[in-house]
């Protein structure tokens, strides 16, 4: 079983930067692709970012990309996911999953509890 713990939201300025972290604990982290997934009030959960087992390869969502960076250090059991240029419709809750490399919250098969952005003046 893998326990994943989000942090590092808050509230933000547009144009701001936030940096989210995951840490897990319970199973070999590095043997798994890592995502990054958005929910909004009322809105479907929606994909943002993973990275594979390595961090070799990566994919973001197109409203993410070139603003936000995924990234991990496999020997301290984290994933990282730098927000730049933050806008209001970032706002939501961010959870951080493990399971394969894929843009479906399906594919994903632990999750955590979720961090709260929002971005606002």
């Known amino acids: 079983q893998v326990q994943l713990v989000e942090s590092g939201g808050g509230l933000v300025q547009p144009g701001g930067s936030l940096r989210l972290s995951c840490a897990a604990s319970?199973?070999?982290?590095?043997?798994?692709?890592v995502g990054w997934f958005r929910q909004a009030p009322g809105k479907e959960r929606e994909f943002v970012a993973v990275?594979?087992?390595?961090?070799?390869?990566?994919l973001y969502a197109d409203s993410v990309k070139g603003r936000f960076t995924i990234s991990r250090d496999n020997a301290k059991n984290t994933v990282s996911l730098q927000m730049n240029s933050l806008q209001p419709e970032d706002t939501a809750v961010y959870y951080c999953?493990?399971?394969?490399?894929?843009?479906?919250?399906?594919?994903?098969?632990?999750w955590g509890q979720g961090t709260q952005v929002t971005v606002s003046s």
């Open positions: 990275i594979n087992w390595s961090g070799g390869s990566t």
């Open positions: 319970g199973r070999t982290f590095s043997s798994y692709a």
């Open positions: 999953a493990t399971g394969r490399f894929h843009t479906s919250p399906s594919e994903y098969d632990h």
